[in-house]
């Protein structure tokens, strides 16, 4: 797989794309925006109904959203290395909060007194306390290595239905014993899923304690990298993403002792060139293939049992994953046993996603924009974190009315100095509608007005804006226009020309800026006799009959409704 977050620094870092708004493959769903406004945003954690804490890369902060407003203060900033796939990565709530008020972080830790891009101390574990307003007390729980680097540090941190806690981190690029090369070197707290108790002390019952040692703290090994662990709420089975290098992205179920097979087996073993025997085996470890691969990567990041019935009762309990480089959102039905997937496309019976047509079965969703997280929430709606829009989404029932989008294809043209005004028409939804402009700017004089754009521009130009229109429930919609302002209409003809009386006449009134076609009209003055002007040409034709000069005020009018007087004189001779 392309490099996690590095991809997003080329690209998002490759603009990620501008992608159209999120849509979803269910017409019975739709989705929901719940904040904007964060920068790089990784993963998320409820610490209440409508209270959510949330993470961002590159700068160490902990951001709080209520009611889905984002708070103007953070209430954590810590000092991270935010080089490739380092930074704050991680978070988790104790089993207990708040009663228990515990909140875990796992980041990379900078040697400087502040953020840095290749300085890095470690990726570590702190537990901190929530006071109600911020994080205090930072005890650190676990150290981890973290070079060579710098990316694959894994980073997602879970407490399991056995009050465990779950720590991932992928092989920092090392070629050792638990990446399965047996000549290598020994254990070294790479490629691992940790089990800890909530103090970071190590539980008598994980799969390798008699062997004492790092290896006693371990759950799993054989891990290229994950962005993703979520723990099965009817089986309490852990599962999780991982992420392959340039082809086999998996799902994983993760048993006690689960040895992933990197970097000897990605996907299915029948596919690899080597096989189990070429694994490195600590006792009691044991292999298995993915529950699903992608052959070509997509990069999957969060990942999520429905523990709900708000979007349906045929989604409780089924799994859903996010995807870092296209922004898609998968949607796994578990079978009976709940040890793998249902599919009703033969293309998938190996459980390989060969190819998009293969791949579309899954696909639930499109348009995020870089996911990095999926979360249910209190209210049982499933959370999506937008790593490129920098915004937090939930998946949430329709609403009857049809989904919410703008009616309107384009917009009218508008032409300095004249008043303006253009619906934007908005469709579906649950009003009343609050517009907004997500990018780009109106022109000078322009305004929002409830679902309308109206003023008075006053300079001309062309503007390319990205509006954005959000409804009763949070329901919002996306859709980019253009605008263009043409320069006011102005008579351009400087003189007339002389007549001669008893002899043909012909002038044409020209104009400039407006749009046409242009109508004409005399305001004052009396053309002399004779002569006569054509309101749709501006024509000015036929035979003066006698000398003599006058003062003409002439009028354009546009089809904007833009107008223009000037006075030319006229003189026959």
Known sequence: MMKLFLILA???FRGITANAAPTLND?????TEIVSGLSSPTTMAFIGPDDILVLQKDDGKVRRVIHGVLQPSSVLDVNVDNQSERGLLGIALHPNFPTTPFVYLYYTESTTAGDSSGSPAGNRVYRYTWDGNGLTSPSLILDLPVTTGPNHDGGIIAFGPDGKLYVVIGDLNRNGQLQNNSTGAAPDDTSVIFRLNDDGSTPSDNPFFAQGGNVARYYAYGIRNSFGMTFDPVTDKLWMTENGPNSYDEINMVDPGFNSGWNKIMGPDSRDPQNVSDLFSLTGSHYSDPKFSWLKTVGPTGIVFLNSTELGAQYQFDLFVGDINHGNLYHFKPNP?????????VGLADLVADNGAELDEVIFGTGFNGITDLKVGPD?????VSFGDGRIYAIAPGDSNGPLGFGATSLPVGEVGVAYNAALDITGGTPPYVVSII??????????ASENISGTATTPGSSAIRFGVTDQVGASAAKRFRLLVVRSVSISTK???LGRTG?????RLAAVGGKKPYTWSLLAGT???GLALDLTTGRITGTPLSPGTTDLTFQVDDSLRGTAQKTLTLTVN
């Open 527 to 529: 053309l002399p006799a």
């Open 503 to 507: 002899r043909r006449y012909a002038s």
């Open 495 to 497: 003189a007339l020309p």
């Open 380 to 384: 049982g709606l499933l959370y999506v």
């Open 439 to 448: 990018s780009g700017a109106l022109p000078p004089g322009l305004a929002i």
């Open 337 to 345: 046993t709940r040890d793998g997937f249902v599919f009703s496309g």
């Open 10 to 12: 080329v690209c998002l």
């Open 27 to 31: 017409p019975d769903l739709q989705v």
